[in-house]
């Protein structure tokens, strides 16, 4: 029954898999916190408007990727709302809308699900989980060091220093990506004809994004195509320069490539990448860099801002497995006047900070072979015995030894279990 499946593109996380993605998330967490990002969390959907003028009309995400809803719909709203396809744009809508301007320097984090209409495939899916930190109101290259930084040491956190490489790339302020858009437009029209017709199209609205292109032969005159570096001011040049400094004084490796393009107009400056060849075709884990136009773009007062995006999944693919679920201690009343004791007991330990299962039903073998599929770490016996001595069995089921204890001093012996 095809409604029993997961919609396609969209998949569940059951507890192992979900396992893995908390660790991912709890890591990042931990470590963007220490840099002093907040978490904070908008809405998953939006007005279509905050994505179209943000991301462009012209970009893959707003031609083809959105989930929006018209009109008028079934909930009659009057205007067009979509599922986040990303995180920026929310907590740029926020930053305006929320009073924030007041507070800059911002430094916001996020974790949440992300909804894209692509296909999809290993790596990609409908809806994928991102976390991302934003850096709003600094408009030195020191932000950019820092928020690269921080991705970074998330990145090794997770154990993937080997596993990922930092591209870098700079497109420098307006007045350079003007120029260099100018000579772009130059180059391609030369060779119009060799284009793709998604990349004709570009070459209209958006040219820089030509160089993005995954099409064959426009990657061929891509190779050819006129370089950013030669068309950098001296501003765009210095700040490149003090970013990479920063890089290299933090011992932060990277290589350069021209070619990386962000796939978004407010972009300016920095762009970055950390890339894995562990994922085949899926090749970006966390991606970003520098947006000053965009919060001006959207309405509000002009505010420089850094950032990146890492994608939860293929960090998760590539971390492996998780550390294990920690172990309970498994209560096990034998017969049906320790029953209440049982409930008891259980319970206590819960209050101590242990993860402590009750056994329900069937004979002490059975409960002892349910606790052993469990993993659980100890068993406590509670027959008649016990209970006139106020005390439980221990039995340890790694060693197997067993030992009587006074209830009073359960949790201080359970503490000493390793
Ligand atoms: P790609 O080139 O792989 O399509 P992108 O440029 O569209 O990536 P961004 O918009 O920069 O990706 O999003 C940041 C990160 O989110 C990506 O580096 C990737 O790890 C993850 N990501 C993006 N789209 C998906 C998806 N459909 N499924 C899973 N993860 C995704
Ligand atoms: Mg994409």
Redesign the pocket.
């Known amino acids: 029954m095809s409604s029993l499946q997961p919609v396609r593109g969209t998949h569940d996380l059951l507890p192992d898999a979900m396992r893995r993605h908390r660790a991912v998330v709890d890591s990042a967490r931990d470590v963007a916190a220490r840099y002093g990002f907040q978490e904070m969390a908008t809405p998953i959907f939006e007005f279509t408007e905050v994505f179209k003028r943000t991301l462009g009309d012209t970009s893959?995400?707003v031609t083809k990727e959105m989930y929006t809803f018209a009109p008028g719909g079934r909930d009659q709203e009057s205007e067009s709302i979509t599922l986040r396809?990303?995180n920026t744009a929310g907590v740029a809508r926020a930053f305006i809308s929320g009073g924030l301007a007041q507070q800059v320097p911002v430094k916001a984090f996020y974790a949440g699900p992300?909804f894209?209409r692509?296909r999809p495939q290993k790596?990609?899916?409908?809806q994928?989980h991102?976390f991302?930190v934003e850096l709003i109101g600094i408009p030195q290259p020191q932000a950019d060091v820092e928020v690269i930084a921080c991705g970074a040491q998330i990145l090794e956190a997770l154990g993937l220093q080997d596993a990922v490489v930092l591209e870098l790339n700079t497109l420098g302020d307006p007045e350079s990506r003007t120029a260099y858009r100018e000579a772009l437009v130059a180059y391609f029209s030369d060779h119009r004809d060799s284009l793709s017709e998604d990349s004709r199209e570009r070459l209209a609205r958006n040219p820089l994004r030509i160089l993005d292109s995954k099409d064959e032969g426009d990657r061929r005159l891509v190779a050819d195509a006129p370089l950013f570096e030669h068309y950098l001011n001296k501003d765009s040049r210095d700040f490149f320069a003090a970013v990479r400094a920063g890089l290299d004084s933090l011992g932060i490796a990277y290589r350069l490539n021209p070619r990386l393009v962000?796939?978004l107009d407010y972009y300016c400056h920095t762009a970055f990448?950390f890339t894995t060849d562990r994922l085949g075709a899926?090749?970006?884990?966390?991606?970003?860099g520098r947006y000053d136009g965009l919060i001006k773009t959207m309405g509000g007062p002009p505010t420089p801002g850094v950032g990146?995006?890492?994608?939860v999944?293929?960090?998760a693919m590539l971390t492996g497995e998780p550390a294990a679920a920690p172990r309970p201690i498994v209560v096990v009343p034998v017969g049906e006047a320790a029953a209440e004791t049982a409930l008891k007991v259980t319970q206590s330990l819960r209050h101590a900070g242990f993860v402590a299962e009750l056994g329900y039903s069937g004979n002490l073998k059975k409960r002892l072979q349910r606790a052993d599929k469990m993993n659980a770490r100890a068993a406590l016996l509670l027959g008649e015995e016990e209970l006139v001595a106020e005390s439980a069995t221990l039995r340890d089921l790694d060693s197997g030894e067993q030992e009587l204890v006074k209830l009073t001093s359960l949790t201080e012996r359970l503490s000493r279990l390793a």
Request: charge should be neutral; glycine fraction near 16%.
């Open positions: 893959d995400i396809p990303e992300m894209r692509e790596g990609r899916q409908r994928f991102q991302g962000r796939g990448e899926q090749s970006a884990v966390m991606a970003g990146w995006a890492a994608g999944e293929r960090l």
